[in-house]
């Protein structure tokens, strides 16, 4: 999981004076333009780099790659690679990274409510 310390997640309210501010952590930790994205698409099921790739628009491997790196060093995605020709690296959610299914729903649900359902 990412090591950052306490002093790199104090909110700026004063009100909250020395108490860690969980939205901070959590938007370090899942936030970025392509996070949500990977994670969304990794809900219950295991894909491959090249599967994940075509899935998710408008991402370049590279950037797949580094986020992937990152959110396997946070403890997010697990990183299943196989001794094979050609090469194939199985991309699957950590437990952790599974606990966020509730958000997605309710997020799915803000959207449906304010975004979809309201015109």
Not at 8 to 19: A, R
Not at 23 to 38: E, P, R
Not at 96 to 118: G, M, Q, R, S
């Given at each position: 999981?990412?090591?950052?310390?306490?002093e790199?997640?104090?909110?700026?309210?004063?009100?909250?004076?020395?108490?860690i501010?969980?939205?901070?952590i959590f938007?370090?930790?899942?936030?970025?333009?392509?996070k949500?994205a990977?994670?969304?698409n990794?809900?219950?099921?295991?894909l491959?780099?090249?599967?994940?790739a075509s899935?998710?628009?408008?991402?370049?491997?590279?950037?797949?790659?580094?986020?992937?790196?990152?959110?396997?060093?946070?403890?997010?995605?697990?990183?299943?690679?196989?001794n094979?020709?050609?090469?194939?690296?199985?991309?699957?959610?950590t437990?952790?990274?599974?606990?966020?299914d509730p958000?997605?729903?309710?997020?799915?649900?803000?959207?449906?409510?304010?975004?979809?359902?309201?015109?």
């Amino acid at each position: 999981m990412n090591n950052n310390t306490q002093e790199e997640h104090v909110c700026n309210d004063k009100t909250q004076n020395e108490h860690i501010c969980k939205i901070s952590i959590f938007t370090n930790i899942i936030g970025g333009k392509w996070k949500l994205a990977i994670l969304w698409n990794l809900r219950n099921r295991t894909l491959r780099f090249g599967q994940l790739a075509s899935v998710i628009d408008g991402i370049s491997r590279k950037v797949l790659s580094d986020q992937l790196q990152q959110m396997d060093k946070d403890g997010l995605v697990i990183r299943k690679s196989f001794n094979e020709t050609p090469p194939r690296v199985d991309y699957s959610l950590t437990k952790i990274a599974k606990n966020l299914d509730p958000l997605f729903v309710k997020l799915e649900e803000w959207v449906d409510i304010n975004y979809i359902n309201n015109n």
